[in-house]
C-alpha cells in the first residue's frame, strides 16, 4: 500500500490558507516528497509527517511555490541532527541555490546530502519497495514529471510454512517469484503450499505543473492514482493555454485518456477562493475525481 | 505614533506554531519588514498586514530563519502586480541569493528591487517620518541590529488658525519647529497661537542575534521599545555563549543598562514549548518586559 498526503495545494503564492504544493508519498519504508514549497516543514509538524522518514526529495521546477521551501527543511533536518543521507533530485540550477545559502550561514549538514540533477527520461531512484522514474512536461520553464511504481513481488513467503517443509531460506527470492520448490527426495512443493499471493504492485503519477498535453497519457497510461494540475476553470482555457497551464476539464480529460483508476486536481489560482467548481467541473468529464485539499490522505 | 506586530518568534527552526523570526514596524505612512522567515507572508496575510504597505524590509543575517520567507515574498509582490518600488538591505551575498531565485524561475518583478548591501554603521534609510540607522551585533556570521527614529517636529501647525493670522504655508515648515511669526505689520503671532505641541518622537531598536554585549546599551540608550533576543534561559547561560546567543536575564540586564522604556523578548530555543519561564527569569531583572508572540501588537 502506498499513500499520498497533502501538505499544499495552490498555485504561485499562498491564499485562503491554502500552501504552495507540497506532497508526500509513503511506502512502508520511506517518504518521498514532492516539491517543497514555503512551509513545508511547518505542514510536515502539522500533519504529524516525520522529517526522518523522508528519504528522497523530487523538486519539479523552480518556480518558487514549488521549492521555496526547500532549503529551509534542510537546513531543519541538520538541526534535528539528522544522520541518515538524503537525495535531492531536481533542474541542475537548483544544486547552486542550495549550496549558495549554506555557504551564506556558514551551515554544515549534519548529513550527507546527494543531489542529483534531473536531465533525462527514466529511473532515477530505485529502493526496496519504490521505483522512481521524471518524465519531462511542457511548462513555461524546465519541468519534471515523477511516476512511483511499487516495486513487490507476486507471492510473500509465510516463513513457518516454509520451515515445514524445510526449504532453505536462500530459496525465498524464487518463492516470492512464484517458483515451486523440488526437496532432496525429489518431492516437488507447490508453491501456494507455503506462500500468499500479494495485493498488486500500485502506482501514482505526478503531472507537476503543465499545459494540457494528450502526450503524457500515455507515460502514465493505467496508474492507480494520478495528480493533474487544474490551475484554472475551464472558462480560463485560453488563460490556461498561454501560461502553460491546465483547466479542471483538461486534467480530467487527461485522466480519461490515460485510463487511470482516481485522479487528484490540485495547483488552484489563488483568485479562487471556493475551490468546489474544479470538482464539479472534472466530475462531467472523469467521476473518479478528488480535491487534492491540504492535509488530506489518499490511501492506494 | 509607532506599532510593531509580531510575526515569528522562532529561534532556528519552527516548532509549536512558532513562525521563525519576522516583525512589522509601522507609521502612518509606511510598514518596515524587518526579517523575514519562512512563512512570513502568510503570517502577513493572517494578521492582515498589507504587503503594498511594506516599502523596506531589513535582514539582520543569513542564518535560514532570518530570511527563508524572502525571495518567496519578493515574487508574491510581483504577482500581486506591485508598481512601488521596494528596499531591502543586509548582508552583501543576499543580493546573490535573490538574483539566483529570480533568475532560476526567469522571474520579472513588477517593481523595482534596490539592493543595499549592510557595510558599517550608520543611517541606511530615511523616509517622511522614519530614520533608520544599523548597527553590527556580535553573532556567529556577520548580523546587523536596526535602530528606527521617529522624525517628528516639536509642533503641528493648526492650518485654520494659521490662516486667520494669514500666515503662509511656505512658513509653515518654521512654525513646526516652533518660531513665531512676524507679519507685515511687524505684529508677532506667537507660535502657540497657530500649533499644538506633538508627542515626543518614538524610537525602536531591534538587536537581532547577539551574544550578550554590554557595548550595545550604549546603541540603544533610552529607546522606547528594544528587542532583544533570548534564545535560552538562564541556566544555559554557557551554551548561550558558545553559540553567540543569550538568555532571558541577559537579554532584561542589557534593558536595564540601556535604560529602555520597554523590553521585547524572543527567539525562543525550539527546545523549549513553554515560553513563559523567559517572562519570569526577565522580570526579575526588568520589569517591563513582554514576550515576542506571534501575533501580538506593541503600540508606542
Known amino acids: 500500500m502506498i499513500s499520498l498526503t497533502i501538505l499544499g495545494n495552490n498555485s504561485a503564492l499562498p491564499a485562503f490558507g491554502r500552501f504552495p504544493t507540497a506532497q508526500v508519498l509513503q511506502d512502508q519504508d520511506n517518504s518521498f516528497l514532492i516539491d517543497c514549497g514555503e512551509g513545508t516543514q511547518m505542514q510536515l509538524s502539522k500533519y504529524k509527517i516525520k522529517r526522518s522518514k523522508i528519504t528522497h526529495i523530487f523538486i519539479s521546477h523552480l518556480h518558487g511555490d514549488h521549492y521555496f521551501g526547500l532549503v529551509g527543511l534542510l537546513t531543519s533536518m541538520s538541526l534535528l541532527n539528522r544522520t541518515q543521507e538524503l537525495h535531492v533530485f531536481g533542474p541542475a540550477p537548483l544544486e547552486a ?126 496508474v492507480d492514482l494520478l ?27 487527461l485522466a480519461s485518456l490515460a485510463n487511470v483508476k482516481q485522479l487528484i486536481i490540485g495547483h488552484f489560482s489563488s483568485k479562487y477562493e471556493n475551490i468546489e467548481p474544479f470538482l464539479t467541473e472534472a466530475k462531467t468529464v472523469f467521476e473518479r475525481t478528488a480535491l487534492a485539499i491540504d492535509g488530506s490522505c489518499f490511501k492506494v
Open 97 to 222: 541555490i542550495i549550496k549558495m545559502q549554506l555557504d551564506a550561514g556558514e551551515v554544515n549538514l549534519s548529513y550527507q546530502l546527494f543531489f542529483h540533477a534531473l536531465t533525462s527520461s527514466g529511473m532515477i531512484a530505485n529502493t526496496n519497495k519504490m521505483e522512481v522514474s521524471c518524465f519531462p512536461v511542457n511548462h513555461r520553464i524546465a519541468c519534471w514529471g515523477f511516476l512511483f511504481k511499487e516495486k513487490k513481488n507476486p507471492r510473500t513467503v509465510v516463513p513457518e510454512n516454509a520451515r515445514n517443509f524445510e526449504i532453505p531460506a536462500s530459496f525465498y527470492e524464487q518463492l516470492q517469484k512464484g517458483a515451486d520448490y523440488v526437496n532432496k527426495k525429489g518431492t516437488i512443493i507447490p508453491n501456494d503450499a507455503v506462500t500468499i499471493a500479494n495485493t498488486a504492485a500500485k502506482s501514482y503519477a505526478y503531472c507537476a505543473d503543465t499545459i494540457f498535453d494528450e502526450g503524457l497519457a500515455e507515460v502514465v497510461r493505467g
Open 227 to 253: 495528480y493533474h494540475e487544474t490551475t484554472y476553470l475551464k472558462d480560463q482555457e485560453n488563460k490556461a493555454k498561454e501560461r502553460f497551464h491546465s483547466t479542471s476539464v483538461q486534467a480530467a480529460t
